[in-house]
């Protein structure tokens, strides 16, 4: 015999199957038509035919295989790993803006808030302006000059705000506030004695693109700070359910909340890290997709943090192709087109829902 | 009667005979004749055969040496290192000043690819719509698809596509980092891109030119009595100049200015109204467009009637010029022109007006 609760919960969890279904496959639909979508002109049994030769068994359903060879080149090195990796960026983004949002209890909360941001674009702006250069011994420098200042930007804040066992909530975002101010002038005073070309650079970089990110190795090197950090997120799914009802609540029911806050923290700050680290700034993605998602699924981080992963990554992936082909053979800075596209219909979403939504 | 028939018989045996033995002879002459002439002819065929032989070595040498591209090793402004097997056909270049250096050193019948802002030496707006060259978009960090899809054997990226050549380069596509901030930079971009497209002596004689008619307008200058204070506005607002290490520094100079801010710490300052004011610039220029858009900012009208500008030497003499942003801001065979254009507005009454 099931309790009443038991049986609400499960009742719960069936319908969740449908959403994640539905998302599924809008999720693959949004994948085949990106990789459809580019300045080159490949046909669509071309690509097909591409992919196909890579799956065994499948491969020797595929006929004459007369596909040019740089289109092959095109979809499997430049047009697969830039989509999949917009998809990894956009689910880390919108992954990392529900746990922000769920551990600060703030709706204004997004990946950025607690200083990842203006470390990544510290780390970027050193790199562009004192000229280290982009490749040195085979690294990429502003990679991983912009996910180390990212990381350390939040650890430094996350133990500036650190009281002795405790880091309240909201002394962590003001200094959050107070490190980004800082080091926003650090980089606005690189600017200043930058040459116009490095200015620029830097404005595509603080846009974000994913047009740097057209090769596998950055796909591999993003990957798996997603898996981990959706595996610990939805392991500590029930715990952000109940740091909903506010801390001592939490603390009450048996949550060791320091420790929950610090290792969400760290997941998400790694998810953002990774992400800033090869595609820029690409706003807007970590603070409206978990709204968005809320909206439909409800505010239970169960269902929460999959569903916003997926519409994060499906959201980017569409954003990112709409950026390639809006302007002929030259592409849209993608950062733009997330804001230009996403604002509008997140307004409408809040107008039509205002009366059942809590933010 | 008997006998002397005999007789008959035997000299008549004999005149046969030696007559026989004449014709033999005779013919047996001929026979050796014909054969030694016949030795003859097919020494001369031997000797032609052998001659023929020689030609077609020589013919194969010479196809030999056409075919057999020397592998040339270069390094490019990062210090990349490029090995080429063979002359390039077909190249994209992904800024406008690697445009101009190879469609000035003749190479420009292989560039297959180009950018949304090459306009030099021809109107490309216009091949691209007629679809004798391609555009692959942006200068700021371009997709690599549209120049993958081209099939380059050689691409030659500037600072604004270093993740798209890194890209490239990893796919095994040849790629030389081509972007120079000095005069002497630009001239040694020019050698390399004459070396990377087989075009040597054309970049060669391209560079010397070059030399030749700086070092002319340079040696003039140095005979004239002042040296004028030049203001050069890279960009506004806030005012940014070229400080020292840049080739607008160094035109300056060669045209017998002085850059007023040649003793910047970095090389493209960011400057003060009023430090322009305090160094009282003798003579002020300005580019004449940004990113294509005429009089981006302002008019050399507004120029002049910035507040506290009217004091300054150049605009109460009248000195303040427009130049072509194009030529002045890209490292390309245009330098000649933009130190011509400057040497007339700093010593106009040595190189006329400019």
Redesign the interface.
């Known amino acids: 015999m099931k309790t009443e609760s038991e049986v609400a919960h499960l009742r719960h969890v069936s319908h969740w199957k449908p959403y994640l279904v539905i998302l599924a496959v809008v999720f693959v639909i949004v994948l085949v038509l990106s990789l459809n979508l580019?300045?080159?002109?490949i046909s669509f049994s071309d690509i097909l035919k591409i992919l196909a030769k890579r799956v065994p068994i499948i491969d020797n359903l595929v006929g004459s295989y007369d596909v040019l060879q740089?289109?092959e080149?095109?979809i499997l090195?430049?047009?697969l790993p830039?989509v999949l990796c917009g998809a990894i960026v956009g689910a880390s983004l919108a992954t990392a803006g529900v746990i922000y949002q769920g551990i600060f209890r703030n709706p204004m909360a997004d990946p950025y808030v607690i200083g990842a941001m203006s470390g990544a674009s510290l780390g970027s702006a050193l790199v562009l302006v004192l000229g280290v250069?982009?490749?040195f011994l085979g690294v990429?420098t502003l990679q991983v000059l912009a996910f180390v200042g990212s990381l350390t930007t939040v650890l430094l804040v996350y133990s500036i705000a650190k009281t002795g066992s405790r880091v309240p909530v909201t002394l962590l975002l003001l200094t959050g506030v107070a490190v980004t101010y800082f080091q926003s002038a650090i980089v606005t005073y690189l600017q200043?004695?930058?040459?116009?070309?490095?200015i620029?650079?830097l404005t595509?970089w603080l846009i974000g693109?994913l047009?740097?990110t057209?090769?596998w190795?950055d796909v591999w090197s993003i990957f798996p700070f997603l898996v981990i950090g959706v595996i610990i997120s939805f392991l500590y799914a029930r715990d952000l359910n109940i740091l909903a009802l506010g801390e001592d609540q939490a603390q009450h029911l048996g949550v060791e909340i320091e420790k929950v806050k610090r290792i969400l923290l760290i997941s998400a700050t790694l998810m953002t890290a990774a992400a800033v680290s090869i595609s820029g700034l690409i706003g807007f993605v970590g603070l409206i997709i978990p709204h968005l998602t809320r909206v439909v699924v409800g505010p239970d981080h169960r269902i929460l943090l999959p569903t916003s992963a997926i519409v994060g990554a499906s959201f980017l992936m569409t954003s990112d192709a709409v950026a390639?082909v809006i302007?002929?053979?030259?592409?849209a800075p993608v950062g733009v087109i997330t804001a230009l596209a996403g604002g509008p219909f997140f307004i409408y979403l809040l107008r039509r829902r205002k009366k059942g939504y809590n933010l | 009667m008997d006998k002397t028939i005999t007789y008959v018989i035997a000299i008549l045996a004999i005149v046969s005979l030696a007559i026989a033995t004449y014709g033999l002879v005779t013919f047996q002459g001929q026979v050796t004749d014909l054969e030694t002439s016949m030795d003859d002819i097919q020494g001369t065929l031997t000797t032609i055969q052998d001659q023929i032989d020689e030609y077609q070595t020589k013919i194969a040498e010479q196809q030999q040496q056409i075919e057999e591209y020397q592998e040339i090793t270069l390094v490019d402004d990062m210090g990349n290192v490029v090995t080429l097997t063979s002359a390039p056909e077909r190249i994209v270049s992904l800024s406008p000043s690697s445009t101009e250096i190879l469609f000035a050193i003749g190479a420009g019948d292989i560039v297959v690819g180009i950018t949304d802002y090459c306009n030099y030496p021809y109107n490309f707006s216009a091949w691209v719509e007629a679809g004798n060259i391609t555009s692959i978009g942006n200068y700021w960090q371009p997709s690599i698809e549209p120049i993958v899809d081209l099939d380059p054997d050689l691409v030659l990226a500037s600072t604004g596509s270093l993740e798209a050549a890194e890209n490239l380069r990893n796919l095994g596509y040849n790629v030389l980092v081509v972007e120079a901030e000095t005069i002497d930079g630009v001239l040694q971009d020019i050698l390399l891109v004459g070396r990377a497209t087989d075009k040597h002596i054309e970049a060669g004689v391209l560079v010397s030119q070059m030399r030749a008619e700086m070092d002319v307008i340079a040696n003039q200058a140095a005979d004239a009595t002042s040296t004028p204070k030049v203001y050069h506005e890279v960009w506004n607002p806030p005012p940014m100049s070229a400080g020292p290490g840049t080739f607008i520094d160094e035109l300056i100079t060669l045209g017998g200015g002085t850059n007023i801010f040649n003793d910047a710490t970095t090389s493209w300052p960011t400057v003060s109204s009023e430090a322009v004011i305090e160094k009282n610039p003798d003579i002020m220029v300005f580019p004449d467009m940004y990113m294509g858009r005429q009089n981006f900012y302002e008019t050399l009208e507004d120029v002049a009637n910035r507040d506290g500008w009217e004091t300054i030497s150049a605009i109460q003499n009248n000195k303040i010029y427009e130049i072509n942003a194009d030529i002045i801001s890209r490292g390309g065979p245009r330098l000649t022109d933009a130190l011509d254009i400057l040497a007339k507005m700093i010593h106009p009454e040595i190189f006329g007006q400019p």
């Not at chain 1, 200043?192 to 490095?198: L, P």
């Open positions: 580019g300045s080159a002109d740089r289109h080149i095109i090195q430049v047009r830039r250069g982009v490749s990429n200043t004695i930058a040459s116009d070309k490095v620029h650079g595509f693109s047009a740097p057209e090769n190795t390639r302007m002929g053979s030259g592409e």
